[in-house]
């Protein structure tokens, strides 16, 4: 039930402005972060010309997610709904948990999108100034300590702009937004097309479409960034509450941002493996032989930038142009936006009691939560110095591909939620879906959901490394020390302990078991001890996520409760006119 502190007695409502246009434009500006250049590089280094069926296969395990997360976003539109649901499913230790979880995810952003950026004018330093010596990104991919310098640099403006207000915000993200959705389909259509006529079509076939096998196809899935690329559907759901017609248009958003998505991303794999040429400097990939496309290291130059070598080989030097501002101006904008994203979720936390009362503090004169965008700097500045000390690396690249496999599986774990709602709703509120109803759902559910689970142990895997091999274990870790946070935290968090019922203990039990299980995997599978090898230990994953699915069911709070909770909500929405 809603308690007497949310939003029922709050006065103010959010505006409803927002359209279908609104809505996917939204989803559409974060799924197309800084993904479209660097991932198709590390999926074909990986997976050979395969890398395409992985892009299609991340693109269908994300939109069965997304599409469980489409019906309950039309079933109760709430503002930043995604880290909320469980705590009307599940209780409030569960949506605790959640919580932390999605604020682990965003938190990271502005460190992985200032790497970008540091990569970025790296690739432009060695194309315009070969011989300057200039280092920002070291050859195994982690910041060196100049990039750091500049990075801080780069975030310091951003928190200036924070405080200056989030009209800025939206100003960058709109520059970055019209660049991006002008340079991808240009990239596409030229890259194609001059690849073919210069006579790299072979490549997809040579040595072979598969030369390392099945098993890169769905591992690299969340290791290269495929899977941080889909993310950005999550959106709509978070602004629903603004959405003038929310149960009609948050699902329809949805979905014409993942098919765009699909589409584009597919292409640009295509694009990337239609136009490499091997073995040349004006591409960047010096010394790498025909076919080997595990040659395509992050010591390669076209590492820092590939579409941009990519375009400026074939001559495309408009679309290099293009593609160049798009990397200096979008990786600013979206580490803006998720400052600013992080330090509203840090303030929200401490409003509730799960952490210090200090985030809540907002400045009288630009209105804005400022500990938390500090939090953020901090943050920021330890990710990238533990980069340059070589932590941050994973088993196939450097800080950027670590920091996309922590974004990408602290999400995934988040999104598990999505699939348990739907199903939940439509026992508690059968009446609120009539606008969107998934077909087949409750045999799309639990997929979805053993699908999350199988990303979250590929995720958590790859961050194991000979500079790190602890890296998963680490990842696991700091999502059940939110509970632990939850319990031990003393400051004026008693009156919300104390509140505390049986049923938000048992509601929890899932996720605490889920976390648990895939620790115990990631020691015994094939990314530490090979007791469990491929295909055994993706096995185990699959029933244990079907199993801990039906757990997740048996565990939510009664029925009664949860449709009283939602007739309340959806009696007093967050949204107004």
């Known amino acids: 039930m809603i308690s007497s502190g949310e939003s029922r007695e709050q006065t103010a409502k959010l505006k409803k402005g927002l359209k279908l246009r609104d809505l996917y434009l939204a989803a559409i500006s974060t799924i197309f972060a800084t993904a479209w250049i660097l991932s198709p590089y590390y999926a074909a280094a990986s997976a050979g010309p395969a890398s395409i069926i992985s892009w299609i296969i ?10 469980t997360w489409a019906e309950v976003g039309s079933v109760l539109p709430l503002a930043g709904g995604v880290a909320r649901y469980s705590t009307y499913t599940h209780g409030k230790v569960a949506g605790a948990i959640n919580g932390w979880a999605n604020l682990l995810s965003v938190i990271v952003y502005p460190a992985l999108e200032t790497v970008a950026l540091l990569s970025f004018i790296q690739a432009m330093i060695m194309i315009k100034f070969p011989s300057s010596g200039v280092t920002l990104i070291s050859s195994i991919g982690t910041p060196t300590y100049l990039g750091v310098v500049v990075a801080l640099l780069v975030v310091g403006v951003l928190i200036y702009i924070n405080y ?6 939206k100003g960058m993200n709109l520059v970055a937004n019209i660049i991006k959705l002008i340079a991808m389909p240009a990239a596409i259509i030229f890259i194609i097309a001059f690849g073919l006529a210069h006579g790299f079509g072979h490549n997809i076939v ?17 290791a290269t960034g495929i899977v941080f690329a889909y993310l950005g559907f999550r959106q709509p759901i978070d602004m629903a509450a603004e959405a003038i017609d929310a149960k009609r248009h948050v699902a329809r958003a949805i979905l014409l941002a993942m098919a765009t998505s699909f589409a584009i991303y597919t292409l640009l794999e295509v694009a990337f493996v239609f136009g490499l040429k ?5 591409f960047g990939t010096t010394g790498v032989a025909q076919g080997n496309w595990l040659g395509l290291s992050s010591s390669q130059p076209m590492a820092t930038m590939p579409m941009l070598y990519v375009a400026s080989g074939l001559g495309l030097f408009v679309i290099a142009i293009l593609i160049a501002l798009a990397g200096l101006v979008g990786p600013p904008a979206d580490a803006g936006q998720y ?41 920021t500045a330890v990710l990238l110095l533990l980069g340059v000390a070589g932590y941050l690396v994973t088993s196939i690249g450097g800080a950027w591909l670590a920091l996309t496999s922590i974004v990408s599986s602290t999400s995934v774990f ?104 895939t620790l115990v995997i990631l020691y015994l599978g094939s990314y530490q001890l090979n007791v469990l090898p491929v295909p ?23 029925i009664e409760t949860i449709r009283k909770t939602v007739s309340e909500l959806l009696e007093n929405p967050e949204g107004g006119a």
Do not use: H, Q
């Not at 040579?206 to 969340?222: C, E, M, N, R, V």
């Open 278 to 282: 091997w073995n040349s400097s004006a």
């Open 164 to 169: 200056s207000g989030i009209g800025k915000i």
């Open 58 to 67: 991340g693109g269908i395990f994300i939109t069965l997610i997304a599409i």
């Open 414 to 517: 988040a999104y598990m939620v999505g699939p348990l709602s739907m199903v939940i709703f439509r026992k508690s509120n059968p009446e609120e879906n009539k606008f969107f109803k998934v077909k087949f759902g409750n045999i799309i559910a639990p997929v979805a959901f053993i699908v999350a689970g199988l990303m979250f142990y590929w995720g958590a895997g790859t961050l194991f490394s000979s500079s790190d091999p602890y890296g998963g274990y680490l990842l696991v870790l700091a999502i059940l020390l939110g509970l632990i946070l939850i319990f031990t935290f003393k400051r004026g968090n008693e009156t919300w302990k104390s509140n505390i019922k049986s049923s938000d203990i048992k509601g929890s039990i899932w996720m605490i078991v889920f976390l648990v299980f």
């Open 339 to 379: 400052t600013a994203t992080s330090s509203r979720i840090l303030f929200g936390m401490s409003r509730d009691g799960f952490i210090g009362k200090t985030f809540s503090k907002v400045s009288e004169r630009y209105r804005i939560p400022y500990f938390g965008v500090i939090a953020t700097f901090i943050v």
């Open 536 to 558: 055994y230990d993706w096995i185990t994953i699959v029933i244990g996520s079907a199993i801990i699915y039906v757990i997740a069911l048996k565990t939510a709070l009664p």
């Open 206 to 222: 040579d040595p072979s479409f598969a030369p390392y096998g099945y098993k890169p196809i769905l591992t690299i899935i969340p």
